[in-house]
């Protein structure tokens, strides 16, 4: 049945009993991170160490910090081939991933180096991640980072090509979500330090409201699934009132005392399908059950556990306000860390549309706010018109640099989707293409790096965007190379 009315507790025993086995999983979908699996495919997972400053803007703190990074060269033309610089972004960066940039690398005989963002992974300034630590955490100091390492990278390759300090190798950023607007934000503070960026889903234009994310969700869904997706949300609020721990018990959610967190993760079970590539995981199955009368909630949960869960590593502990106010430093703190980044700097409050949302409105600012503060105490607010008027939102005044995004992708609506010469911007069309389709290719499950198209449903759509990729790093490389300083 579809009805509220089969909503019965029998059927929550029931799926109850099938959930007993499941564990917590890795992949936290409130972030945007690619959430690469730790059977993954890398080039290397050698780990290089640099003493990095820890605040970049005052001329009296000389604290240093060990940030993590990686470097494979095999393809480097030496000793003045290329550097494509591959941005981490709000998580452990476990190595360098053999995706697209792979087959760039050897297209252009690049050398390919990584640094980790600072706090995540390895790269902790501090044993306890109390928000009095955190003041160091922003995309600013971030990019600060960038600047200071690929100094001392160009650096360490003239002496180990025995070179003069003044020579410089032509350098080429990259990155992919968040990474891509650091990309992006790199290229536009920094434009003396590489030639050119990739802003791959790049998230340039902080949001403080995002009604925008739920509405593509529903575009991207198609009217069936929208209306089905609508109708269980309903069918799920109203079985938290009659009874609430067994609802969340068919999640693994009892820990979740919040009920708009339990939403939260139900909104965020519907995104990952879309998201990364995957519609026909989510739509298919809860269509069917609501054409033919079935329980839509059932439907769901099963596709929770056996994707969402079982493929993508969901877990409710990313939504415990627990585990979110943990100080420690563990391999899970990403959480906490892009949480305050998010409660700082960004926003992208992913709040229910007024009309026609389907999410539950019990996601909505208050709610957002509530939990920066819960996390972080008071006083904690992001500033997004700063955030905008630094970078320069979608409007960001830069040249070199290329923006492309997946059609079916939520996040699009943060990024810079028009075009021109010097900021060409392409969107990747096709039923799967979602988040960084033009590096990882699509679907993305499992999670396979290598970007391969083929199995994208409009493979043709994808290489396009990849060829013209090419075409401007060709273009802008060559007048980098023309242009190499001789002097610093």
């Known amino acids: 049945m579809s009805s509220a009315l089969g909503f019965t507790l029998l059927t929550i025993s029931t799926i109850l009993l099938s959930l007993s086995s499941l564990s917590d999983g890795l992949l936290q979908p409130r972030r945007i991170s690619h959430g690469l699996s730790e059977s993954s495919k890398y080039l290397t997972r050698d780990e290089l160490w640099f003493n990095q400053t820890l605040d970049h ?66 790269s902790s300034p501090f044993k306890s991640l109390a928000t009095e630590n955190l003041k160091y955490l922003s995309s600013k100091q971030a990019l600060f980072d960038l600047a200071a390492f690929r100094q001392y990278y160009q650096d360490s390759l003239n002496v180990k090509f025995n070179r003069s300090g003044n020579v410089e190798n032509s350098w080429f950023f990259f990155g992919a979500s968040y990474s891509g607007a650091l990309s992006a934000w790199f290229r536009l503070k920094f434009p003396h330090l590489t030639c050119g960026s990739l802003a791959s889903s790049a998230v340039v234009r902080a949001v403080y409201e995002f009604p925008e994310f739920d509405q593509q969700i529903g575009e991207s869904a198609g009217p069936e699934c929208k209306a089905a997706l609508q109708e269980t949300n309903k069918l799920l609020e109203l079985g938290l009132k009659v009874n609430n721990k067994a609802v969340k018990a068919l999640f693994n959610a009892t820990e979740l005392d919040v009920d708009a967190d339990f939403l939260y993760l139900i909104a965020d079970a519907e995104v990952m399908a879309i998201q990364y590539g995957n519609p026909d995981k989510l739509c298919v199955p809860l269509v069917e059950a609501h054409k033919n009368g079935g329980d839509l909630v059932e439907a769901y949960a099963k596709y929770v556990r056996e994707f969402c869960v079982g493929v993508f590593g969901l877990s409710s502990k990313t939504y415990s306000r627990k585990h979110l106010l943990d100080t420690a430093v563990t391999p899970e703190s990403a959480d906490r860390l892009w949480w305050f980044q998010v409660c700082t700097e960004v926003a992208y409050f992913q709040v229910a549309p007024a009309n026609d949302s389907i999410r539950s409105h019990q996601i909505n600012t208050e709610y957002h706010l509530d939990l920066c503060k819960s996390l972080f105490g008071k006083g904690v607010y992001p500033e997004v018109d700063a955030t905008n008027l630094y970078y320069g939102s979608d409007r960001i005044a830069a040249t070199k640099i290329i ?40 679907p993305q499950s499992p999670m396979v ?8 449903s409009s493979p043709d759509a994808v290489n396009k965007v990849r060829q013209h990729i090419v075409e401007h790093m060709d273009l802008w490389l ?11």
């Open 449 to 456: 790096i290598e970007g391969d198209s083929k199995n994208c």
């Open 57 to 122: 803007y005052s001329p009296s703190d000389h604290r240093k910090f060990r940030q993590r990074y990686y470097d494979y060269l095999d393809h480097l033309r030496v000793p003045d081939g290329p550097i494509f610089m591959m941005l981490c972004g709000e998580g452990p960066c476990n190595g360098i991933p053999n995706d697209y940039i792979t087959v760039l690398a050897k297209k252009f005989d690049a050398g390919i180096v990584s640094l980790e963002h600072r706090y995540y992974g390895k």
């Open 403 to 442: 923006f492309t995004n997946g059609s079916q992708d939520p996040w699009r609506h943060a990024s810079k989707q028009t075009s021109s010469p010097e900021l060409p911007s392409y969107i990747v069309t096709c039923h799967n293409c979602g988040h960084g389709s033009d590096l990882r290719g699509c």
């Open 478 to 488: 060559s007048e980098c190379r023309g242009g190499i300083r001789s002097s610093m």
